[in-house]
């Protein structure tokens, strides 16, 4: 009996029962989602070495019996290759259709649907099983663009790192090993460093915090000639779900969104750690002149997250907005920004309050006219002068959204 850890390469020996010294073992399942064989193999004392891949999540305990070698014709050796270590970790191999249709549908929230739209639900996550990235995949990447950062000189920049507590250098240093381990970065040198922190995400469905790695790219954006190009409107696309009475939202990997890089351009958008300085093998949606991908790049090898996607809803939120069958209406953890927004004290807070209150502007008519004492401040950098107009002004926007307006569907 030997065990085959879970996601692992082993190299085994079988007992050769005939007298071939060198031949072929058959690809063989020898128990659970282990695989043997698919190699040529030459023996000795009855005994030839081959590998065995378990690329399922649990250890399996297999027998191999004695196996007959198959004649094959001469083999270069060339073809020939050795099998160096005795165990290796496997990320790409994947697991069953199964085994994956049933991760995924577990990592669901499918609670709130009947039995039969539950059925059509799963049979949609069978049909497109590979699409659902699971917890230590290896994520892919966008292989039909590559990403290049042009600069308006030569010249490198060298940010200072910035300093972290140890709670969150442990975050930090288990976050960068695994991505290494992933080949997403590699240990290296440049003149290009950029400081990384850390930020807190949404807990997890126990309550656990969970945290988010990012890089602060401001210096290298700053000096990277910019591209222009188009976002699609939200207004038209809100329009486009008039007749719409379920709703599904999927979100992508946003770390599986990413772009190979030329060698010149990979050595620009470097990161600093304690110990040395890590470089992306693929551009990072931090950087300026990455555009959004296009359908066609959403269907290359790009990953969907089972647990942040829903199916079948008869409400979900949508870039600050919620949508149901009735109509769009703005998003109540906005609305209570806005509502809990004091008074503004210069220009900037003018900016901030009109760039909050702008995203739902469709939802007050004449939203322009009942701006304009607020708008009419922008125009002095000076300290402010907040009269009655503004004040009527700030109350009245502020009352219009939280009133939760909702606009029907065309």
């Not at 709130?112 to 799963?122: C, G, I, P, S």
């Not at 990235?133 to 994520?139: K, R």
């Amino acid at each position: 009996m030997i065990t085959i850890p879970a996601r692992t390469q082993t190299t085994l020996y079988v007992n050769v029962s005939n007298e071939l010294r060198v031949g072929y073992i058959p690809r063989l399942r020898v128990g659970g989602n282990v695989i043997l064989g698919d190699a040529v193999v030459t023996h000795r004392d009855e005994k030839a070495y081959c590998h065995a891949i378990n690329p399922g999540e649990q250890d399996q305990e297999i027998i191999v019996l004695s196996i007959d070698l198959e004649k094959i014709e001469t083999v270069s050796k060339h073809a020939i290759s050795v099998l160096a270590e005795d165990t290796a970790h496997i990320n790409s191999v994947s697991i069953s259709k199964e085994d994956q249709v049933d991760k995924v549908t577990k990592l669901r929230r499918l609670d709130h649907l009947n039995q039969e739209k539950a059925e059509h639900a799963v049979s949609l996550i069978h049909k497109h099983h590979d699409l659902f990235h699971l917890p230590g995949e290896t994520l892919g990447n966008t292989n039909v663009a590559s990403h290049k950062i042009t600069t308006t000189d030569n010249q490198s920049i060298n940010t200072k790192q910035y300093s972290f507590s140890p709670i969150h250098k442990n975050e930090i240093d288990r976050q960068v090993k695994e991505l290494l381990d992933n080949k997403v970065t590699e240990e290296s040198k440049s003149l290009y460093n950029s400081p990384q922190w850390i930020v807190l995400k949404k807990p997890d469905s126990k309550g656990n915090n969970r945290w988010k790695l990012v890089i602060d790219f401001r210096a290298l954006n700053e000096k990277t000639l910019g591209d222009a190009y188009s976002l699609p409107n939200i207004t038209e696309i809100l329009d486009q779900l008039g007749s719409s009475k379920y709703f599904s939202d999927l979100t992508l990997r946003r770390d599986s969104i990413r772009y190979p890089c030329p060698k010149k351009t990979l050595r620009k958008p470097r990161f600093l750690r304690p110990l040395g300085t890590i470089n992306l093998n693929e551009c990072h949606w931090a950087l300026r002149m990455l555009q959004p991908p296009s359908k066609e790049q959403l269907l290359a090898n790009l990953k969907h997250q089972p647990d942040k996607s829903e199916f079948l809803r008869k409400e979900v939120g949508y870039l600050e907005h919620i949508i149901n069958e009735d109509g769009v209406k703005p998003d109540p953890k906005k609305i209570i920004a806005v509502k809990n927004f004091p008074r503004p004290k210069d220009p900037k807070n003018i900016k901030q309050f009109l760039g909050l209150a702008g995203n739902y502007r469709r939802f007050i008519p004449g939203f322009s006219k009942e701006a304009k004492p607020l708008t009419q401040l922008l125009k002095t950098e000076t300290a402010i002068e907040w009269s009655k107009k503004q004040e009527e002004a700030f109350c009245k926007l502020r009352n219009l959204l939280c009133s939760e307006p909702l606009l029907q569907h065309p």
